[in-house]
């Protein structure tokens, strides 16, 4: 599996973005797609997830401001971020994890800053 995220950029505080993680290859049936953040000089974080059958959890981070969604026919992922703050500033990742397995794959990262 191999997964391309895109969408990143440099916006104002209060601006919105959607990120795209497009998955291909031999994508399994029943997956969970996950969107993460690094910010500079912090641990990976948990920003928004959703399963191949529409079940949706999110972090903190992401509560209230940002959807998560999925395209199941294009095996692509989105997340709808608004009301951006500068300390939204990170890499964002995507992650595909199949269901029943210890096995995960990690996009490259898309850069997201905000200047204030």
């Known amino acids: 599996v191999q997964l391309q995220a895109s969408g990143g950029g440099l916006v104002q505080t209060g601006w919105c973005l959607r990120l795209s993680c497009a998955a291909s290859g031999s994508i399994p049936s029943m997956y969970t797609t996950a969107w993460y953040r690094q910010l500079p000089g912090k641990q990976r974080e948990m920003v928004a997830r959703i399963t191949s059958v529409g079940e949706i959890e999110y972090g903190d981070s992401a509560k209230g401001r940002w959807t998560i969604s999925g395209d199941h026919v294009k095996n692509t992922a989105f997340l709808q971020m608004s009301s951006l703050k500068a300390e939204d500033t990170a890499v964002y990742s995507c992650?595909?994890?199949?269901?029943?397995?210890?096995?995960?794959?990690w996009g490259q990262g898309t850069e997201v800053t905000v200047s204030s």
């Open positions: 992650n595909l994890r199949p269901w029943g397995t210890a096995t995960e794959y």
